[in-house]
């Protein structure tokens, strides 16, 4: 017989940490009803209410900070500082998400143009229902909050699956939303294995999926999604690159390039990855990269490596970088499971998995470079298309590159700074997904658009939807077109 229950465990000692119920179809099932009753009850309440109560999620989750902090501590192993910070990122983005939700998605009239001056125009966004957000264990508050903060602020209901790394962190969520907003489950958590997710995927009552993790099993989510035609949003990480340019401050370079790469152990879907510095400065960068290195230290400065599965492949990306590139730091030696040291090589060639695939570990890779735009070809040449940095002491300059840049998002003399602007959407382009969480762009990604035009009187000799227009309307309309649209511009 197979388990009902799974437990979660400490990726730092082993132990159990809470054990949760793999919930079955039926228990799906049930959930998404639930969701779908209390999506009309959280639509009815109308922007100002929801705020309210959105605000008021805040400020139970603020007075929880320290508790939550330490759950999400013994799920992933992460220090408890750096899952405060995720917790404070993710307050923010509630904030913005319930102050912002009613100016960006509310009732509000648009121009009708010449041709349609008898008519009056509305534009808003409407919530989908029940939204269904599948996330990820490496930022179990910040990352899943990023689609559930913005669905609740549309009107949505939200179930939501978390990993099953990190089930104790989404149950804690939801119970808190509960504090907040106790007369409907308008945000629920279930709990469970993969299957979970793929049953949440595919009931046809769940409007919209908001999927993070790999590329892989993103696909597999949107098969499962095409039988109802449920539309997804897909955040499936990345190999963010880092230009250095030749003026830039080397030495807030190396810091930021180091904590960007190394923070969370490298299990960040913006972190960095491939380093490309121009030849100027490379030997700068690299003294002041491997100065900083060697005084950070795993399970001091950040955790384990959340998911034991994820050392393999980390350890396959080591073993080649080294075999081709030339060792700054560490090597193969440097995983001890669960734990994985700072590694940093250079000179590894472009098509090695080192530098093609996504590592998710505490490694970088390190290549010289002619200029800037050999950089940026570089670092362009990847299948994804997350984020980026770009260190440069020319304001101008920095801006082409990071716009030139093919990815969603790109932080200039500073790594990760734009998951800290509630107002920025965070999204990828290629194999690291599409749509956008946060912002109003992430806003919009969880509502509809509803157009309305209302006929304020009738066009004297323009009625041109009715069997009676004659020719002598159709004249003037070809007239009018003409005045409007005619004239060419040279
Ligand atoms: P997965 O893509 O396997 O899982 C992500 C989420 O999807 C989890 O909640 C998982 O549940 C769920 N899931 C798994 N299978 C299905 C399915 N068939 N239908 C619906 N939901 C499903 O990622 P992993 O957690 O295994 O991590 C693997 C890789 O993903 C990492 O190496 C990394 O490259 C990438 N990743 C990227 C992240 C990012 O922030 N962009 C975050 C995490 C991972 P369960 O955990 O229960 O299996």
Redesign the pocket.
Known sequence: MTALTFDSLNPATGDVVGSHPKQDAQAVDQAVERATQAARWWDGLGHAERRRRLLDYKAVLTQNLRELAGLVHEETGKPVGDATLEIVLAITHIDWAARNAGKVLGRRRVSTGMIGLNLAATLEYLPLGVVGV??????PVF?PMGSIAYALAAGNAVVF???????GVGVRLAELFAEAVPEQPVLQTVT??????????KDPRVKK?A????????K??MA?CAENLTPIVA????KDAFIVDADADVRAAADACLWGAMSNAG????GVERVYVVDAVYESFMRELSERVATVKAGEHYGPIT?P??LD?IQRHIDDATKSGKVVTGGPDSVRAPYVDPVIVEDVPEDSPAVCE???GPTITVRRTRDTQEALELANASAYG?AGTVFSGNARRAMELARLMRTGMTAINSVISFAGVPSLPFGGVGD??FGRIHGADGLREFARPKAISRQRFAMPGMNLTSFNRGPAELERLIRLVTFLHGRRKR
């Open positions: 599948i996330g990820p264990w490496n930022y990352t699956k978390p990993s099953e790394l990190t089930p469970g294995l993969g299957e979970t997710g793929a049953l949440l995927a999926i999927f993070t993790g790999s590329t892989a099993t993103a597999r989510v499962a955040e499936c990480g990345g299990q960040t879907c913006v998911m599965g994820q492949i996504e590592t998710f997350l690291s997904g």
